[in-house]
């Protein structure tokens, strides 16, 4: 087999870490000046270096902003059903899969396949430690706002994350 063949097979996973506010973003976002279609996941609304960009590059970009607060920890639910590769349906409000409220008024929603994604499809997570805020959120959802997470949290939490 030439390695050609291999590297068109491959899917890459790759985990960009930094300090804050040092570039990571503006970094990644450059691909769509190059042609590369990016899913953005915008998890703490940061996404506002984007609108930087040229307006072509900006087109290259599909946004799924998700509202994810302690009390309602969405982020960690939709992230998961979109990295399951199934068709996701995810309305424009909430960034709820399948969101009643939002069918039932007709609201819009944006569906997605990341089975279906090729090698100039991206998926960028911006970013992952409010993803694993909104997990512990998840798992200790209803506790006390003075609760401390116990070995068993903290074992879900693991789980969760290693899942993604």
Request: net charge positive; aromatic share 10%.
């Amino acid at each position: 087999m030439k390695l050609s063949d291999l590297a068109a097979r491959s899917v890459s996973h790759t985990l960009l870490f930094g300090d804050s506010k040092s570039g990571k973003s503006t970094l990644v976002s450059k691909l769509a000046n190059q042609g590369y279609k990016l899913y953005w996941i915008s998890l703490d609304n940061g996404h506002g270096i984007l609108y930087k960009l040229p307006a072509a590059a900006q087109d290259n970009i599909d946004i799924i902003v998700l509202p994810d607060v302690k009390n309602f920890p969405v982020a960690i639910d939709t992230c998961r059903k979109l990295l399951s590769g199934n068709e996701t349906k995810l309305c424009h409000f909430h960034g709820v899969v399948e969101c009643t409220p939002c069918k039932t008024n007709s609201q819009p929603f944006s569906t997605y396949h990341f089975n279906k994604n090729g090698p100039k499809d991206i998926v960028v997570f911006d970013h992952l430690t409010q993803l694993t805020d909104s997990c512990m959120a998840l798992i200790t959802k209803g506790k006390d706002i003075d609760y401390k997470p116990k070995l068993d949290d903290w074992g879900s939490l693991r789980f969760y994350m290693q899942r993604l």
